[in-house]
C-alpha cells in the first residue's frame, strides 16, 4: 500500500511539471451596473432616436487587466456607425474608491479648452495644456469635492485625460485606467458615486454638454446606478 501511495504521488508531480506554466485564467469583467433597454431621452423616458444614436445605457463592466490596470466598458443598446455624437454630449461616471469620489466625463470628440468653472474655484487653470487640440475619444478623471460658494458646487479637479474607444459594432465604449492614479490598491473596493453627484439623478449618465457642471435631473437623458462593488486584486 505504502508503495502504492508514493507511485501516485510520483505520478502526481510528473502530470504538475507537464502542466503548461501558462494556465492562468483570463481576467474575467464584472458587471458593476445594468439598466433598461429603450429608456433614452429625457429622464429615462425613452423618445425614439435616442437608442440609435448610442445614448441608452444597458450596462458597465469593470476587468482588472493587470495589478495596474483597470479597464471600463460600457455598453449601449446601439451606437451610430460613426459613434455617439462628439463634443456636445458627455457619458458621466461618478464613483469611489474607498470614500474618494472621483467622476470620468467621456467623449467620442474633444476639442482641448481650459476648464472654466473648475479653473474659477480651484485658481488654477485647468486643461490649458490641451488649448486647440482636437482628441477622438477621451475619458477625463476628476477627482470630486463639495464645496459651498453661495450655492453648491460640485467642484471636481483633474487628475488625468485617457484614450476612450467608441466601437460602434459592439455599440461599446472602452477605457483602461491606472490604478495608481486612482489610487487604488489591492483589496480597494469602487462603488457607485456619492458626494456632489448624490442629488442630480446622475451617478452614471448622458447628458448634454451644457448640463454638464450644473446637472439637474431634468436634463438627463439616460441613467443608471452602480450597485455592484469591484474589489481591486
Ligand atoms: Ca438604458
Not at 115 to 138: C, F, H, I, K, N
Not at 170 to 175: D, F, K, L, P, S
Not at 217 to 226: E, G, H
Amino acid at each position: 500500500m505504502k508503495k502504492l501511495i508514493g507511485t501516485a504521488v510520483a505520478l502526481l508531480l510528473v502530470g504538475g511539471a507537464v502542466l503548461p506554466a501558462s494556465a492562468k485564467p483570463a481576467p474575467k469583467p464584472v458587471t458593476v451596473f445594468e439598466d433598461a433597454v429603450g429608456d433614452a431621452g429625457n429622464q429615462d423616458g425613452g423618445i425614439p432616436g435616442f437608442s440609435e444614436a448610442g445614448f441608452d445605457l444597458v450596462k458597465g463592466d469593470i476587468t482588472q487587466k493587470s495589478k495596474t490596470e483597470l479597464e471600463f466598458v460600457v455598453t449601449h443598446a446601439a451606437m451610430a456607425p460613426t459613434g455617439t455624437p462628439g463634443e456636445t454630449f458627455r457619458l458621466i461616471w461618478g464613483f469611489a474608491v474607498d470614500g474618494t469620489q472621483y467622476e470620468f466625463t467621456v467623449k467620442s470628440l474633444d476639442v482641448g479648452e481650459p476648464d472654466l468653472v473648475t479653473s474659477a474655484l480651484t485658481q488654477t487653470p485647468t486643461g490649458m495644456e490641451r488649448l486647440g487640440q482636437v482628441y477622438q475619444g477621451v475619458a477625463r478623471l476628476e477627482e470630486c469635492g463639495f464645496v459651498s460658494v453661495g450655492i453648491n458646487w460640485a467642484q471636481c479637479g483633474v487628475k488625468a485625460y485617457y484614450d476612450a474607444v467608441f466601437d460602434p459594432a459592439t455599440a461599446t465604449v472602452t477605457w483602461v485606467v491606472d490604478t495608481k492614479t486612482l489610487g487604488a490598491k489591492k483589496g480597494s473596493t469602487i462603488v457607485g458615486g456619492g458626494g456632489g453627484r448624490a442629488a442630480t439623478g446622475c451617478m452614471i449618465c448622458w447628458v448634454p454638454q451644457y448640463a454638464e457642471r450644473s446637472l439637474t435631473p431634468y436634463s438627463i437623458i439616460d441613467s443608471a446606478v452602480q450597485i455592484t462593488a469591484f474589489k481591486v486584486r
